[in-house]
């Protein structure tokens, strides 16, 4: 199996996203129903160490979810994070700040919603919308981008000094990949609900998103808090090779039963 390594996004300007196929299946097990079989085993061991975390109260997991319209955050959420207790778990997502959210700094409506000791937090679209969307509709300029992007990596490293582990997956699908996902919403009533008109608009800038998501990911992968390319074309895989990375971010905790307590090693329950 393909290491996870080799995913990790570099601190280089010559990052070029056009180089990762997003039909790669690196972490397949060879058919979609192994996939499905070994994802479930890998839920199940997020759960144990979920427990675990939960139970030491001391640390807490960060994962954010970026990638175009259509690349699969919702579903990566549903099938990677199916085992865990929804009781330590939150999901968070950013869109459009409101006009009281845009009356403070662009952070400002994230703090809140960071995982507390013990938790895990997941962003479905994060503070990263605020160097993405901004930057392709010309909201902000290079200046401000590269200054915002110098804030979020402080305000990383602020979480990671807390305790927070932080694991940032950038869903890779191809632009056509995302034309038969679209269409595919369009075509059965019953989904018609997914689909708007807006990404439609959005999609003509697709050129201008690979750019920005390319010069965002190279500047904010650190080793506190690294990004990883996950081939999404292939909806299975990519929640598998999650999982994966989920898992590599919960066992480097090196977590363990809290110790027990001596006063109760002599009661009996009548």
Not at 5 to 18: E, H, I, P, S, W
Not at 77 to 99: D, E, Y
Not at 223 to 242: E, G, L, Q
């Given at each position: ?27 397949s097990r ?73 009356q403070h ?166």
């Open positions: 199996m393909a290491s996870l390594a080799k995913y990790r996004v570099k601190n280089d300007k010559a990052f070029d996203l056009r180089k990762l196929d997003p039909a790669a299946k690196p972490f060879g058919s979609k129903a192994d996939d499905l079989a070994y994802l479930a085993g890998l839920s199940e061991k997020i759960c144990t160490l979920q427990e675990l975390l939960y139970a030491n109260g001391k640390r807490s997991l960060l994962v954010v979810l970026q990638g175009t319209d259509t690349s699969g955050k919702d579903g990566a959420v549903r099938s990677v994070f199916s085992h865990v207790n929804p009781q330590g778990v939150s999901v968070a997502g950013f869109k459009a700040p409101t006009a009281e959210e845009q700094d662009f952070l400002w409506r994230i703090h809140p919603h960071v995982p507390g000791a013990g938790r895990i937090a997941i962003f479905n679209r994060s503070h990263y919308e605020d160097v993405l969307v901004t930057r392709v509709k010309g909201m902000i300029d290079d200046a401000e981008a590269q200054r915002r992007m110098a804030h979020i990596r402080h305000f990383e490293k602020l979480l990671v000094d807390r305790g927070t582990v932080i694991l940032k997956c950038f869903l890779h699908i191809s632009k056509d990949e995302q034309k038969a996902r679209l269409q595919a919403r369009l075509d059965d009533p019953a989904k018609n609900w997914k689909f708007n008109v807006a990404d439609l608009e959005e999609r003509k800038s697709w050129d201008a998103y690979q750019t920005a998501y390319a010069a965002a990911l190279s500047a904010t992968s650190t080793d506190d808090a690294p990004w990883y390319v996950v081939p999404a074309n292939s909806k299975t895989h990519r929640n598998v090779m999650i999982a994966e990375l989920c898992l590599a971010a919960l066992k480097s905790m090196k977590l363990a039963p809290p110790k027990a307590n001596p006063a109760l090693a002599k009661l009996k329950i009548e």
